[in-house]
Structures are given as C-alpha cells and as structure tokens.
C-alpha cells in the first residue's frame, strides 16, 4: 500500500514538473565569445507581475546579471573567456511571454581579417597572409570571368589574430587572370581582399558543336556554365566536351574560358 502511494505521489510530482516545464520556453544561443556581451529586450509579463526572463544561464551556470527589467546584457566578460572559447547561453522564459535577442551574432565570428600579403603566380597558383582573424570563417576564391565574379575555391580560415598563411592551386585562363580573397559573416556581409592578376599566354579555348554527338566539343579542358533562354544555368562544370543530349531544342549561351559565345541546339 505504501509503495502504490509513494509511486502515486512520484507520479504526481513528475506531472506537475513536466507540466510548469510545458509553461515555459528556452532560448538557446551557442557559439564562440568574439569579445561582445548579448543584449535582450524583455516584454512585461502578461500576467502584470514581474517580466518575462525568469533565468538566464551561461554554460550551464545561472548568472547573476539583473533580468527584472525591460531590457537587460548578459555581461560574458566577467567570465574570464578567452576569443574563440565555446559558450552556450539559455534565456529561460515564461509562457506567451518571450524575450528577444538584439544581438543574435553576438557569439558568431566577424569577418575582420586585414591581408598582409596577396600574389599569384604565372600557374595560378593564390597565396595569401592575414591578420587580426576573429574566428574561423571559410575564404572564397574568386575569378573574374565571363563578366562577373565566379567563385573557384574555398579554404577555411584558421581564424586566430596572428599572421596566418593559405594558398590555392587556381585554373588559369587565356588573357588576363584576376583573383580575389571574399569573406561573409552569418549575415551575409562581404569583406575582400585586393585585386592580384596576371596575363597568360595560353591560346584562347575553342569549341564545337556536334548535333551528331549532341555534345559540345572545346579544344581543352576548360570550367564552363551553360545558360538557358532566362539565363538560368542548366549546365556547369569543368572539362574538354559537354554533354547536352538532354537539353531541349533552342538557343542556349556559353561561358568558358575566358569568353562568352552562344548555340543553337538541333
């Protein structure tokens, strides 16, 4: 009789714990400290009493900032974090009551890095030195091609401040060669580097079309898209033939090389 009572009564009690953590919501924020403290605008609570953060912990350990207002900072300096250390923030909230983050990115890196150094040799071969990284964002390579920016390559940042040294093995064009060095953070802001160039003297690639074949037919190995009518690309890739079998009869552009060019599927 005892045991069915105790099981009752732990029954009872796991039901009201579950159902007070059903009137509550979590916020959960994780990723690095980048040296910024998070900011929360906190609504009132519907109930007219008190706001709507009831606790705020920082991995794992409930802080001591003051919560009890309209707004309030969880102040991660007095941490004792270093840059890049993990952190994991949770902003416990009543039910129909929830705060918002100001600053969502406060824990994702920026991009700050400054190039010491840029260069690119006769073989397209992309070396690059830089600084004051905070945190570990990938790089894209780009060329400009085909009248536009075309990204080639990515290489991940090792994202500390000191000097750090990366280099990418391009695929040179006829002509003139440009590259660049571009960075996004989470928001998608865009930070590059200089312009670094070189004239090749490789001969301009050349193609043909095979309505035999369906394929086109370039005269060496060569990155190339293929764009439809309403310049979607239907067709991209690297390499010394295109298969286009699957294609439907019409007009399509070309851009390889370092050229633009059009053709008539038959």
Same mark, same amino acid.
């Given at each position: 009789m005892r045991i069915e009572m105790k099981r009752t009564l732990l029954s009872s009690i796991l039901v009201f714990f579950l159902a007070l953590v059903g009137q509550a919501g979590v916020i959960f924020i994780e990723g690095t400290y980048q040296l910024r403290n998070v900011f929360v605008?906190?609504?009132?609570?519907?109930?007219?009493v008190g706001f709507c953060t009831t606790e705020v912990r920082v991995n794992g350990d409930v802080t001591t900032d003051e919560i009890n207002s309209s707004a309030y900072e969880v102040d991660l300096s007095q941490y004792g974090f270093k840059m890049g250390d993990k952190v994991e923030i949770e902003?416990?909230?009543?039910?129909?009551?929830? #705060?918002? $983050?100001?600053?969502?990115?406060?824990?994702? /890196?920026a991009t700050t890095f400054e190039i010491s150094d840029i260069q690119v040799d006769a073989n397209g071969l992309l070396t690059w030195s830089t600084i004051n990284e905070q945190g570990a964002l990938p790089f894209v390579v780009q060329q400009y091609k085909w009248n536009k920016w075309v990204n080639i390559g990515q290489i991940d940042g090792i994202g500390t401040s000191?000097?750090?040294?990366?280099?990418?093995?391009?695929?040179?064009?006829?002509?003139?060669?440009?590259?660049?060095?571009v960075q996004k953070n989470f928001e998608g802001k865009m930070r590059?580097? #200089?312009? $670094?160039?070189?004239?090749?003297?490789?001969? /301009?690639?050349?193609?043909?079309?095979?309505?035999?074949?369906?394929?086109?037919?370039?005269s060496g190995k060569t990155a190339f898209e293929v764009f439809n009518e309403q310049g979607q690309i239907v067709k991209r890739g690297s390499d010394s033939e295109i298969d286009v079998s699957g294609l439907r009869k019409n007009k399509y552009y070309l851009a390889y090389d370092n050229l633009d060019s059009e053709f008539m599927k038959k």
């Open positions: 605008m906190n609504g009132e609570n519907p109930e007219g902003i416990i909230f009543k039910e129909g009551c929830q #705060p918002t $983050v100001l600053n969502p990115g406060a824990l994702k /890196p000191n000097e750090n040294e990366y280099q990418f093995q391009a695929g040179p064009i006829s002509g003139l060669n440009r590259f660049r060095i590059k580097s #200089p312009e $670094v160039s070189f004239n090749s003297e490789m001969n /301009p690639v050349t193609f043909k079309y095979s309505k035999k074949e369906q394929k086109i037919v370039f």
